[in-house]
């Protein structure tokens, strides 16, 4: 049996959350530009739980962009998919299934435009979400009479000036812009480019001043890990369980977060899924949950990596399984990152609770998380994430951060690479790893003199923008862990520094 509208009657909802017929029967709210898993798995997630709360009340026209096939996958399933929430949360394991039904059409851009602009004339279509790649919010000239235009901000300018045209321009008629790609300020250059796109498309004052008035461009940050198709195994055992098949089948972890800027009160209107989920935020700046990320989780990230890797651990999971190694993540976030990201935005509390999500989502089970992976770009991930929080650690205490002098020694010792024409590696525990750094070809030359690849690596201001040996204490902590990490291996490193519970 496959997973469609005639077949939910016949779906036992113990084991799944399945919609009501009511809910498949809302109108067209949203048209999202992407298929892609993050949006079924945080924003159409957020939209179904709405909807199921009787909050929203809205489904999603999704537009296909790419130019591989068409809808076909989501039509035979009438739009429907199951979302598996698998994880650690609050320290507790999570195994959720739910049926979403928060699409009601998928079309192909290539196939169905005309079909995709008569949407923009439906007064209740008030939000677009889209998730196009880091790629997708690029400049170009689009003419907007071509069916359809090539980018995404081409395509979206067609919509609204579509919608401009058949509302006669009306302030009421302007939506509600929720771009989720992962790059900064994303509304703002989406809106840029679409404001040149008009000029370029000569469609008039009147317009332009129409799509800065009266849209509304929010600026976002999305986060929740959500890889997508299930193991094949892993799949046909929950379809055994739940009585169905279904092609679409995605899985996500259970942490989620949706920040979304606007001060306006018709966006919290609109927006009106908020009030479904704590996972959601409204709020006038987002800056404060992209410095959480950026610190906490991504930096806690970096800083561990090397160290996870000379300790032999291949995945994060594996390493957060080891009692040292979580406990050493544990106090490096408590300890040395949370005092540093405190500010007049950020509480204590908020922060710590922060790094204790980030402790479930390190320990989930059902993530495959490499740490070879975190390696690329070593350097630049170090440079942006965790020497910020060098510098604040010694201005709030002016003494060394011991765990992450760690880190940094760590690094040096992994970027003891090996080299072979262009191509770099490291060793570690008998294993190769493949290094792409664009500094590599730097620490390779450093440790031609071991006697002073430390003095040298802290001390050169391309990979730092500083001299680290400006630091007090900081050479010799750092030069203290590599002599360690050679000598006595980072997994008897790390459990004396656990046992000690001091440094």
Request: hydrophobic share 40%.
């Amino acid at each position: 049996m496959i997973l469609n509208k005639e077949n939910l009657k016949n779906i036992n909802g113990n084991n799944v959350t399945k919609p009501t017929i009511e809910i498949l029967a809302l109108p067209e709210k949203v048209i999202q530009f992407g298929t892609g898993v993050l949006l079924r798995g945080l924003p159409d997630y957020f939209i179904d739980k709405a909807n199921q709360k009787g909050i929203f009340n809205g489904r999603v026209l999704v537009v296909k962009s790419t130019s591989k096939g068409g809808a076909d996958e989501f039509s035979k399933q009438d739009n429907l998919y199951t979302l598996c929430v698998k994880g650690i949360e609050n320290g507790l394991t999570v195994e959720e299934n739910s049926i979403n039904a928060s699409i009601s059409r998928v079309l192909s851009a290539s196939q169905d435009w005309a079909e995709i602009l008569k949407a923009a004339h439906r007064p209740e279509m008030q939000v677009v979400i889209s998730n196009t790649t880091e790629v997708g919010i690029v400049k170009s000239e689009d003419k907007i009479t071509d069916n359809p235009p090539q980018s995404y901000p081409g395509k979206l300018l067609a919509f609204l000036y579509e919608r401009y045209q058949a509302f006669n321009g009306s302030a009421e008629s302007g939506m509600v812009i929720v771009p989720t790609e992962l790059i900064s300020d994303n509304a703002d250059k989406l809106k840029e480019i679409l404001i040149d796109l008009a000029i370029q498309n000569k469609l008039g004052w009147d317009f332009e001043n129409w799509l800065t008035s009266a849209n509304h461009f929010c600026k976002t940050l999305v986060d929740r890990i959500v890889p997508g198709k299930l193991p094949v195994a892993e799949q046909k055992a929950i379809e055994s369980e739940l009585g169905y098949e279904d092609e679409l089948m995605i899985m996500a972890e259970p942490f989620r977060l949706w920040a979304i800027e606007s001060s306006n009160e018709k966006v919290k209107e609109i927006l009106s899924f908020e009030k479904a989920d704590k996972g959601i935020f409204i709020v006038p700046s987002i800056d404060k949950f992209k410095e959480l990320k950026l610190r906490l989780l991504n930096g806690t990230h970096t800083i561990s990596c090397g160290l996870a890797i000379l300790a032999g651990f291949n995945t994060v999971k594996e390493a957060m399984a080891d009692k040292d190694f979580s406990a050493h993540v544990l106090r490096l976030m408590k300890d040395e990152i949370t005092p540093v990201v405190v500010n007049e935005d950020i509480s204590h509390n908020e922060a710590i609770a922060f790094a204790e999500s980030v402790i479930d989502r390190f320990s989930n089970p059902f993530l495959e998380h490499q740490w070879q992976a975190i390696t690329l770009n070593y350097t630049s991930k170090l440079q942006m994430r965790n020497m910020p929080l060098i510098r604040g650690y010694y201005a709030l205490k002016n003494e060394v951060p011991q765990l992450t002098a760690l880190g940094v020694a760590a690094y040096i010792v992994f970027m003891n690479v090996s080299k072979d024409g262009d191509t770099y590696t490291a060793s570690a525990n008998g294993k190769t790893y493949p290094v792409q750094d664009e500094f590599a070809e730097v620490l390779y030359e450093y440790w031609k003199n071991p006697e002073s690849v430390v003095d040298n690596t802290l001390g050169d201001r391309r990979l730092w923008d500083k001299n680290l040996n400006n630091y007090p204490g900081f050479n010799a902590a750092v030069k203290s862990y590599v002599d360690l990490l050679q000598n006595k291996g980072a997994k008897e490193t790390l459990g004396n520094l656990h046992s000690e519970r001091t440094i």
